[in-house]
């Protein structure tokens, strides 16, 4: 029998300073929605419940993060489980240890099957030009530790939220743990260059589906934030690295495909990575520089 899961992206839009409470009413709306469209693993943007505020430094930070047993948190667990939705949940964790740009995972019955917290933290500086605000993640997040995959829906996930998308090591990692979709929560913005941002923005979700025989789910928030022009464009990519379906660039949206779960064994049998991949040659790239 055809293993297919219907998948979403849950694109929401821009967030105000305080406006957690009509964040989190949109994102029960677009659950609700999914539960309607019979959807079974769905993920929202990289913090999605705050603004982008690691685009400024700004040393009261704390309201931003939530703990783990967050009121907020708790809500959306038990909305996805009514609907039995498996849930990428991504946030800004308050934990014991540190600070961290998390994201919970949980099953189609509401159990936590693991939690992944951003391994690859950036940090630039601004750009000239309007909406150049730069990123100073690292002045606000710890890096996690581990690169997991998660049982949901009949499969095994992954999860690299916004920069890790940029690095294949990590993705070819997931992939040998085996991961047969990628999950990608991310806050992608077109910053002072637009055209260039916009043109490069699917080139890593593609080249990582292409490159692992792997589904890419990748969740983009959408819509003005002060400088910042998220771009939007959710997508989903096939282990072929077609675009299978992609959001609008200006609104918030729910955006549904069905990932045919069959096509990641078959595109790694027609593309053999496995097979031919020279692991013996690559130390150099687990060496610590």
């Known amino acids: 029998m055809p293993r297919t899961i219907t998948v979403a992206a849950a694109q929401t839009g821009s967030v105000h300073d305080g406006d957690l409470r009509s964040i989190s009413e949109a994102a029960h709306a677009l659950l609700d929605e999914a539960g309607r469209q019979g ?16 685009n400024r430094l700004v040393e009261d930070f704390d309201r931003w993060f939530l703990p783990e047993d967050h009121e907020v948190l708790l809500r959306l667990r038990e909305r996805a489980r009514g609907h039995g939705i498996a849930l990428v949940l991504p946030f800004a964790e308050r934990a014991r240890d540190g600070y961290f740009n998390s994201a919970f995972v949980y099953d189609e019955t509401g159990r936590e099957v693991g939690r992944y917290r951003k391994t690859h933290i950036p940090a630039y ?19 996690g530790a581990a690169l997991d995959t998660f049982a949901v829906c009949g499969t095994r996930i992954g999860i690299q939220i916004c920069n890790d ?15 047969e979709m990628i999950v990608m929560p991310i806050a992608f ?15 890593p979700l593609r080249a990582r589906a292409y490159e692992n025989g792997v589904y890419v ?33 200006s609104e918030p949206q729910l955006l549904t495909a ?11 049998k027609k593309f053999p990575w496995w097979r031919d991949r020279r692991p013996d ?9």
């Open 39 to 54: 959807v079974q693993l769905l993920t929202f943007c990289e913090l999605f419940l705050t603004p982008f505020f690691a």
């Open 189 to 203: 913005s077109t910053y002072a260059d637009p055209v260039q941002r916009a043109s490069i923005w699917e080139v």
């Open 125 to 143: 500086f601004p750009a000239e030009g309007p909406g150049g605000t730069g990123s100073y993640e690292k002045f606000y997040f710890a890096p």
């Open 281 to 289: 040659l690559y130390g150099p790239l687990a060496g610590a520089r």
């Open 217 to 249: 789910l990748a969740c983009n928030r959408v819509g003005v934030e002060g400088p910042r022009h998220h771009l939007g464009r959710s997508m989903v990519v096939d282990p072929r690295g077609m675009v299978v379906a992609e959001a609008s660039h």
């Open 258 to 268: 069905q990932a045919e779960l069959d096509s990641v064994a078959a595109a790694r």
């Open 165 to 179: 998308r940029l690095y294949p090591e990590a993705s070819r990692a997931l992939a040998l743990a085996g991961a």
